[in-house]
């Protein structure tokens, strides 16, 4: 399916053997996806409740800086979600999602799972656009704020790989991989009521990628107070996101069911 097989569950194993082997645990922090493997992540995910542990997952680009600022209140009414990324359907494919759940989370009524989802590319991506399965609005207030790309997006994209998801209230998000016209991270979205959408861009220094230093910040402060600053529970889905599109990928962009994900539900923190 075009993933790369790293041992995160055989590495996380080797640290729960121990956390049981001594009666005591720590805080863990597992970088970007839990696992390609579905049912890994899912035996992830239970042995720290099962054992009581801090734990935090997932990607940098939700904690980098976001120009313009923007940060949604816990219960906003959203209307439509997208995000914007590029390179590895897999690999890069994982951030573009977490870019999309980071603000997806905040909408009124808090997470509530995902019922289906979808991976189309190229043309079938864009034909999903016109029946109106998915907003050009949006993509166009996500790349607004974005400083490079240049020209028509439906011309240098034709490419493009789009993932679709139902959520299971009924929410609808978008993320959209770009081949060619960014090679950025972006967020579109609008508020129910609201005449126009809105963008932010996500800001990663280069060639320094500070970026991480945020993240690095958010480990630390857990590792030392056992408090996460985000919900595990937030790339324990994007993770289930992931697995499944890729599925569809395989199966030519076949919608795919996703009951095993449709009682992931969170409120964010903060």
């Known amino acids: 399916k075009g993933q790369r097989l790293y041992p995160r569950r055989r590495l996380f194993q080797e640290i729960v053997e121990v956390f049981r082997r001594t009666g005591k645990s720590v805080p863990v922090f597992n970088d970007k996806h839990l696992s390609y493997s579905w049912d890994h992540a899912k035996w992830m995910y239970a042995q720290s409740h099962e054992l009581d542990f801090p734990m ?4 940098s680009v939700p904690v980098t800086w976001r120009r313009p600022p923007l940060e949604l209140r816990k219960g906003t009414p959203l209307d439509g979600a997208l995000s914007v990324g590029y390179a590895g359907v897999e690999s890069y494919g994982f951030h573009t999602l977490e870019c999309l759940q980071v603000f997806a989370e905040r909408r009124r009524g808090g997470e509530s799972g995902v019922k ?4 189309l590319q190229g043309k079938a991506a864009w034909k999903a656009m016109r029946e109106g399965r998915w907003r050009k609005d949006l993509l166009d207030a996500a790349l607004a704020p974005v400083p490079t790309g240049h020209g028509d997006v439906m011309d240098i994209d034709r490419g493009a790989v789009v993932f679709l998801i139902d959520y299971a209230d009924g929410f609808r998000g978008t993320a959209y991989l770009s081949r060619g016209h960014v090679n950025e991270f972006a967020f579109g979205g609008q508020v129910a009521g609201s005449s126009q959408p809105f963008g932010t861009w996500f800001y990663l220094p280069k060639p320094q990628r500070d970026h991480f230093s945020f993240l690095c910040n958010h480990i630390e402060t857990m590792f030392l107070t056992g408090q ?8 324990y889905l994007t993770t289930g996101m992931l697995t499944f599109l890729l599925d569809s990928l395989k199966a030519g962009g076949k919608r795919i069911e996703t009951p095993q994900l449709a009682n992931i539900r969170y409120t964010p923190i903060s």
């Open 56 to 59: 935090m997952a997932g990607s």
């Open 228 to 235: 996460p600053s985000y919900r595990v529970e937030r790339t």
């Open 116 to 119: 289906a989802v979808q991976c």
